[in-house]
């Protein structure tokens, strides 16, 4: 299975979307992807999620993959230790809403203000 597992499928089409290639906003998603695997790892940091917002941010798991809604401040901390531009964070972010909508059928209008968010544990 690709590490980006159901996210794969749609970082072509959010680059195209967004203008930028591809082989970037994939080597963005799979940096952030080994980020949250190494530390503390996927488990630990849904846990500290459920503890530090005040719903659990968990929607759904599938096997290694959880679909999250999160507050707009996680992705804006995942952008900052991320070394790319703001069009290659925004497909990579569409990345994530595409994934999310597929894997959950909520869509934005079901969603508030919370942001989608995908990580996909190792196996």
Do not use: K
Request: glycine letters at 6%; zero cysteines; hydrophobic letters at 45%.
């Amino acid at each position: 299975m690709d590490e980006l597992g159901p996210l794969a499928p749609h970082v072509a089409d959010a680059a195209a979307t967004a203008g930028v290639d591809e082989s970037a906003v994939r080597e963005t998603m799979t940096a952030m992807q080994a980020d949250v695997r190494a530390y503390p790892g996927v488990a630990d940091i849904v846990f500290e999620y459920r503890r530090a917002f005040e719903y659990d941010p968990l929607v759904r798991r599938d096997g290694r993959t959880y679909f999250l809604l999160v507050p707009p401040h996680v992705w804006r901390e995942f952008a900052a230790t991320l070394d790319a531009s703001a069009a290659v964070l925004a497909a990579a972010r569409a990345a994530h809403d595409r994934a999310f909508t597929a894997g959950t059928e909520l869509g934005p209008e079901e969603r508030g203000d919370w942001e989608p968010l995908v990580f996909v544990a190792s196996s």
